[in-house]
């Protein structure tokens, strides 16, 4: 048995362990792995691949990004803008076919978000043995409770607020720090109450500049002097506004980016207070994966792999109660995994006086 896998869309850390876990189970199967690059784009005839084995993935695990390179444009793209469907061409799928079937690839591993898992769908239907993976920074797949990298891109937002803590509090400002989190603020979420954040802003809880203002000025009046705002990318105003870096035309999805400048003009209008913008950005992406992702990658990997050995095409990992299993990817894609403002979470982070601008 010969086996392909693939990573789509965005890089984030923990891919490497998915590729570790799925080179170690298979081959304690007996089976060889096609590593293909750059996406679905390294299955176009005559294929760019390589052949990976317990040598050539010994120490990825520890790695950021993929061996194996990724992209999120192409020929297989599916998904189009905020959540229109495009079908990838009947011609581009044959060619994809043609080359499994001349590798002797017997079922493709398609580690991604929805976009990648949308195409992995396609491609089922179509005839290809497909088990998907979800990978997602931003942690929004619902059919899964958690995606490795996550982990990770917490840890380095609660590693730039401790950072940003001693100077705002040094120099007596707000500082606000822009995270990523296009549909879903849990990067934001997480990395913030864990970093001890005063104002969370997320895409989930549209928010009113003028709460933001109030609370600032409260910590003032409480001889609290300095400010940490957490704000995601994604995040609304009141009016539904989104703060964009780029508009794509052509169906792609727009670049986010500027939430964070526009909520510290305006913090320091509203208040007077010396404020300093700071956007985190790709840093989130990159670097060695937690250890908890590590661990997840590997889970993550080796069950696609089992998925294959049982014959249950069609089928994506998941992460739920504690326990690796299974999903269909029909189910699993186009459903966001959303922070609700009456969640516990939100419940108990409301109660340690943080501060979501919407009251
Ligand atoms: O979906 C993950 C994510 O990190 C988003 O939070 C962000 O908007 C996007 O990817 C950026 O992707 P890229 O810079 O690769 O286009």
Known sequence: MRIGILNSGGDCPGLNA??????????????????????????????????LDVEKTIG???????????TNKGHFVAKI????????????????????KHLEVGALIVVGGDGSLTTGLQLYRMGIPVIGVPKTIDNDIQATAMSFGFDSAVATVVDALDRLHT????????????????????????GGMAGGADVILLPEVPFHME???RAVRARDARGLHSTLIVVAEGARMESGELVKKQTIGGGGEDRLGGIGDYVAREVEKLTGK?????TLGHLQRGGAPSALDRILGVRFGTKAVHLIEEGK?????????????DVSIEEAVNQLRLVTRDSEIVRAARSVGICFGDS
Not at 167 to 190: C, D, F, N, P, Q
Not at 316 to 322: E, F, L
């Open 211 to 213: 709460h933001v203002a």
């Open 60 to 70: 990825i695990m520890k790695l950021g990004g993929t061996i194996l390179g990724t």
């Open 274 to 278: 010396e404020t300093r913008a700071c």
């Open 18 to 51: 998915v590729i570790h876990g799925v080179v170690g189970a298979a081959t304690t199967l007996g089976w060889e792995v096609v590593g293909f690059r750059d996406g679905f784009e390294g299955l176009l005839p005559p294929g760019d691949y390589m052949m």
């Open 81 to 100: 803008g905020e959540g229109d469907v495009a079908e990838v061409p009947k011609e581009i799928v044959e060619k994809a076919k043609t080359t499994l």
């Open 167 to 190: 100077t705002a509090e040094s120099h007596k400002r707000v500082i606000v720090l822009e995270v990523m989190g296009r549909h879903a603020g849990w990067i934001a979420l997480y």
């Open 313 to 325: 095409f069609g089928r994506m990992v998941s992460y739920q109660q504690y326990q690796v299993g």
